[in-house]
């Protein structure tokens, strides 16, 4: 083409040998002709690729082929043993690390009462994680990517972890890279509201239609929101996007209430209390509501109340986002199921002109620590995906260097 430069050979060889990498991620251990079909890559230029990421330390033999025509063929896979993650989650009350390989096998999960680990967010992140790596008989060296799930907003600019008074120690200022100091050089860090990382998890459930828009709203002990815009966690400038709970709604008595008031743990354990429903928490009042809507006149009513009162911070959250579906999520919304989405939905058709599905969670376990170990896994094969680049280092170093702290938390 006419004003167009041939390609680069250095960038070929970068995009094939990206291609193997990825190939043998996907398969496991492949031989080249597997390689060949999965790529479209000619038989030359696979044998080519392989041998220089061999050289490079990133593929190494795995067996050979049995149970096919013609002679036994060398199986190739990549050496992943230098190459680790740890996903991270922080409540007020305990820390739990899970160490995960580049194919999202959980190697050891490790959990401690919070004041049981140093003081300090990098020492008790280097205490959690050096556990883990123990446990599952790998050097804490080999785990360079770090995921950590927070409940409250981190803002890039001022490196900080704000909206989470109930956990002191990490909401100091320099805080990721306090604890990249902590781990040492090579480690990239990564922190995130718990909420936002509760989507990621419902996302890989495929909630909604890939280029929609959807909404997790987290009912607990407080109220956050998390967005994702077709594809896209909204984050916002500093972070803060998604503290829905500090919205003002109108009150009772022509005041006016912020929304966690309304929804958030003790605002239900109120309603438990006028309704009659007996619980020792949110989490339970809620269950057991669900369960006995039919048959006990106050579980109805804690639902509809519930549901009306839902259905008012919805019609702010649909009126300026639009989303095609909001999954009640946190251990109250996923402790009404069902029951209480359905409540919702309708409550919210009977207050907003706008039109948005409402639905229950469907991700058992705990969802930001299941999000956070997805983006750990998503961030570690990213690095390995790219690592072809850098072939002239030594086998424990060529993984690339993280990008500094606010670049890589800047997603």
Known sequence: MPGSSPARPALLRSLNDRTVLAVLLSRGPSSRADV???????????????????????????????????????????????????????????????????????????ERPRGSLPRGAGEATRALVV?????????????????????????????????????????????????????????????????????VAERGGDVGAPGSVTSLLWLGAGVGLATDLAGTLYRGVSGGAGEIGYVLLPGAGGGHSELQDLVGAAAVRRLAREHGVPGRSAEEVVQRAAATRHDVPGSAALLDELARRLALGLSVIVAVLDPGAVVLGGAVGRAGGDALAGRTARALRATSRLRCAVVASTVEGDPAFEGAQRVAVDRLAERLLSASTVTAMDTTSRIPAPRSHQEVHAR
């Open 36 to 110: 060949v079909g999965a790529t479209g890559l000619s038989k030359p230029t696979v044998a080519e690729v392989l041998a220089r990421l061999e050289e490079a330390g990133l593929v190494v033999e795995a067996g050979e082929t049995v149970g096919r025509r013609g002679p036994n063929g060398r199986l190739h896979d990549l050496a992943v043993e230098h190459l680790r993650a740890a996903a991270v989650s922080v409540t007020p009350s305990r820390l739990t690390c899970a160490l995960l390989d580049v194919r999202g096998e959980v190697l050891a999960r490790v």
């Open 131 to 199: 556990a883990a790596a123990q446990e599952a008989g790998a050097r804490p060296a080999t785990v360079r990517e770090v995921v950590i799930s927070v409940p409250g907003s981190y803002d890039p600019a001022l490196d900080q972890v704000r909206y989470a008074d109930r956990i002191p120690d990490w909401i100091h200022p320099g805080i990721a890279a306090a604890i990249s100091s902590s781990l040492g050089r090579g480690t990239a860090v990564t922190l995130d509201n718990d909420v936002n990382l509760a989507l």
